[in-house]
């Protein structure tokens, strides 16, 4: 799909920026909705799902502290830095919330129309906090100097990478 879509080389490090947050933001999601996936009725044999099942076990604080390490995050911008943790905290609380939520329904009563209605909640809380996210990780980035942005696309572009392979 990313073949198809045009780029302009001076909207690579955006694209870049928007889409290890995307990736980010997913595998939040991700992990915060593997409980609601493991008590489904049936067995989950999806491989999302067991990419989720997995995520599970890396927590957001996990993430924050990998990250932040990765990123060589240095004391000037450490008042950056706490406002993306605090970003990637607050959509795995809201992420959380909406798992506990679908949780307490009992699954006999939902429609197909109420899951997917659950999805798209979802899916607007993920675009939501994406967008915050966004905005929080582009102020340390834009702070940032050239040779430790360099650092961040790597990190992203291995996290792309990683990504990637898991779906294939």
Sequence with gaps: ???SIPRKPAALP???ATTITALLAVTLWAGQTAPVLAQAATPVTHPAASA?????AETVEDRIT???ASLK?????EADWTAVALVMRNNAAAMEKLATDKAAKDPATLTAIDDLKTYEVFAQAHVAGLQKLITAFDTLYTAMPADQKKIADGVFQR???RQAATKN
Excluded: F, G, P, V
């Excluded at 995050?73 to 911008?77: D, G, R, V």
């Design 14 to 16: 955006a694209l870049r």
């Design 1 to 3: 799909m990313s073949a």
């Design 52 to 56: 989720a099942a997995q995520a599970k």
């Design 159 to 161: 996290t792309s990478r």
């Design 73 to 77: 995050i240095t004391a000037a911008e």
């Design 66 to 68: 990998d990250l932040h």
